[in-house]
Nanobody, 121 residues
């Protein structure tokens, strides 16, 4: 089983920055991509940013130019640097791993418990 532990959420003023980190541990045979999703109250969970095993990145249009995703493959960690934060970035942010726990396990999505990000003055 793959466990994900997130850290780095909190309260920040508009225009400020936060850095989210996620560490994957447990039985990990392969990780195809890691990423971040978010869910605001009353809204569906949406993609924020992902990074593949090869280093290709994908960002939601709403965060392009403000957020940067990076990954340490050796440590199985993914980081989201969030700059120029806006009130509309307020949400619970979830770490995601697209991977396989063991060789013959199916490819699956694994999720962290979520960390709250609040952007408010």
């Amino acid at each position: 089983q793959v466990q994900l532990v997130e850290s780095g959420g909190g309260l920040v003023q508009p225009g400020g920055s936060l850095r989210l980190s996620c560490a994957a541990s447990g039985s990990i045979f392969a990780i195809y991509s890691m990423g971040w999703y978010r869910q605001a109250p009353g809204k569906e969970r949406e993609l924020v940013a992902t990074i593949t095993d090869g280093g290709s990145t994908n960002y939601a249009d709403s965060v392009k130019g403000r957020f940067t995703i990076s990954r340490d493959k050796a440590k199985n960690t993914v980081t989201l640097q969030m700059n120029s934060l806006k009130p509309e970035d307020t949400a619970v942010y979830y770490c995601n791993v697209d991977g396989r726990a063991r060789l013959f396990n199916p490819r699956s999505d694994y999720w962290g418990q979520g960390t709250q990000v609040t952007v408010s003055s």
